[in-house]
């Protein structure tokens, strides 16, 4: 059975950090695009960031550049999304999901994506 696994999200308070990982189970993340999304509460669900196959390429909203990172542990079939300077406004059920593409799109949009997984709740909040 082809999945993905988001796990990592939880409470935190402004300002602070949390890490996402996106583990697959069934196939191989290598040679495939991976993004990450996220749907606040009465909104549509946005792009957030995708890393290319190897990692060479990554692109970013601009509501989390400089803050969020995405990276790649092809060897542990693994993708993350490392957050900091989280604020109030990051609340939001984050997904990660796989392109058959090994690029990403420009555009973050989901219909790149092949692949979803279920989601983890990413709450900010004092």
């Known amino acids: 059975q082809l999945q993905l696994v988001e796990s990592g999200g939880g409470l935190v308070q402004p300002g602070g950090s949390l890490r996402l990982s996106c583990a697959a189970s069934?196939?191989?993340?290598?040679?495939?695009?991976i993004g990450w999304f996220r749907q606040a509460p009465g909104k549509e669900r946005e792009g957030v960031s995708c890393?290319?196959?190897?990692?060479?390429?990554?692109e970013y909203a601009d509501s989390v550049k400089g803050r969020f990172t995405t990276s790649r542990d092809n060897a542990k079939n693994t993708a993350y999304l490392q957050m900091s300077s989280l604020k109030p406004e990051d609340t939001a059920v984050y997904y990660c999901?796989?392109?058959?593409?090994?690029?990403?799109?420009?555009?973050?949009?989901?219909?790149?994506?092949?692949?979803w997984g279920q989601g983890t709740q990413v709450t900010v909040s004092s």
């Open positions: 069934g196939f191989t993340l290598d040679y495939l695009a």
């Open positions: 890393i290319s196959e190897r990692g060479g390429s990554t």
């Open positions: 999901a796989a392109s058959r593409s090994y690029y990403c799109s420009g555009d973050m949009e989901e219909y790149w994506y092949d692949y």
